[in-house]
């Protein structure tokens, strides 16, 4: 894939594009009837593209810090993209100054330098200075440069409308498997293992901590059963997650520990990509060491049991 950096105007190009707009953050279910649809439309000669900002513009706009989490850091983003047949993406930096750009020059100045043939988006697209245009807009600006514009209705799941913020707000409340659902795949984080205190070593239940490669969403504080890969190797292999503050041994930050079932090497320094597929329980502040081992026992028995229920639904 080729990735253009767009820092005013993009630059002009000749290459047919079928281009996609949007944030693309976790790849849904939605996202992926886009991409789907762009591949239908698409003409031999045409290419895939999308455009995209490098952060959320609420984020930017705002500060509030829920619009910076992701689903989807864009590495891995970019990833599924290309999975998908994406060949360019172009990708903005979103600073305020971009903010007050109105929604007809967007189009007519900035969309008009590359060789659009159409355009996909989602059914609730916005875009411009303060969210001014929606899909009537940018098909009335679209139409000036004859561009066809194909708007992909929402998909929903039991019901509700999918989106990253519904997503994200699942993830928020435990609710993985709402999660899941929606994603199409599990939820996966991905860090490198560093050195901690060694406590679970020393209570017979070694656990890899986390250094996030970037601002994730973070999960509900409480216990996981999930998969996890180690490094670019395929296997996947069965675990326990603590993700939360550790109150019996008053931790004072929120750390994601990871507790191999059936993986003992040494894992210090080494990326591991972890998977939450089911919310076991809720963090508990237990009375002395002697209770959270005998409760980290039962969660180990639970999982035995659960794990194969998984399998079984055939979780990616």
């Given at each position: 894939?080729?990735?253009?950096?767009?820092?005013?105007?993009?630059p002009d190009d000749s290459q047919p594009l079928v281009l996609m707009i949007g944030k693309f953050d976790g790849i849904h279910k939605g996202h992926q009837k886009i991409l789907e649809t762009a591949q239908l439309y698409k003409q031999k000669e045409e290419i895939l593209a999308v455009m995209s900002?490098?952060?959320?513009?609420?984020?930017?706009?705002?500060?509030?810090?829920?619009?910076?989490?992701?689903?989807?850091?864009?590495?891995?983003?970019?990833?599924?993209?290309?999975?998908?047949g994406v060949k360019r993406y172009y990708r903005i930096p979103f600073i305020k100054e971009y903010a007050n750009l109105s929604a007809k020059t967007f189009i007519l100045e900035h969309i008009a330098r590359l060789n659009v043939k159409r355009i996909i988006v989602g059914e609730g697209f916005v875009f411009g200075k303060g969210r001014e245009g929606g899909t009537k807009e940018l098909s009335?600006?679209?139409?000036?440069?004859?561009?066809?514009?194909?708007?992909?209705?929402?998909?929903?799941?039991?019901g509700a409308k999918m989106s990253s913020s519904l997503i994200r707000a699942f993830i928020r409340k435990g609710k993985i498997k709402e999660a899941n659902a929606q994603l199409y795949r599990p939820f996966t984080i991905i860090g490198t293992v560093i050195n901690g205190q060694a406590l679970?070593?020393?209570?017979?239940?070694?656990?890899?901590?986390?250094?996030?490669t970037d601002t994730y969403v973070l999960p509900k504080p409480g216990i996981y059963v999930g998969r996890a890969t180690v490094d670019a190797y395929s296997k996947k292999w069965n675990v326990l997650i603590s993700a939360g503050y550790r109150p019996t041994v008053n931790g004072d930050h929120y750390?994601?520990?990871v507790h191999f079932l059936n993986f003992n090497d040494d894992l210090y320094g080494r990326k591991?990509?972890?998977?939450?597929?089911?919310?076991?329980?809720?963090?508990?502040?237990?009375?002395?060491?002697?209770p959270l081992i005998?409760?980290?026992?039962?969660?180990?028995?639970?999982?035995?049991k659960i794990l194969p229920l998984i399998n079984h639904n055939n979780v990616p």
């Open positions: 894939m080729k990735i253009i950096e767009v820092e005013t105007l993009p900002f490098s952060e959320h513009p609420l984020w930017i706009l705002t500060g509030d810090v829920a619009y910076k989490e992701k689903l989807t850091p864009e590495p891995e983003k970019i990833r599924f993209l290309q999975e998908f009335t600006y679209c139409r000036k440069l004859n561009i066809q514009v194909i708007v992909v209705p929402l998909e929903t799941e039991n679970g070593r020393k209570l017979g239940f070694p656990t890899a901590n986390m250094e996030l750390l994601i520990e591991i990509a972890v998977s939450f597929l089911h919310y076991l329980r809720e963090e508990i502040k237990f009375q002395g060491l002697d005998e409760q980290m026992k039962k969660d180990k028995l639970e999982a035995g």
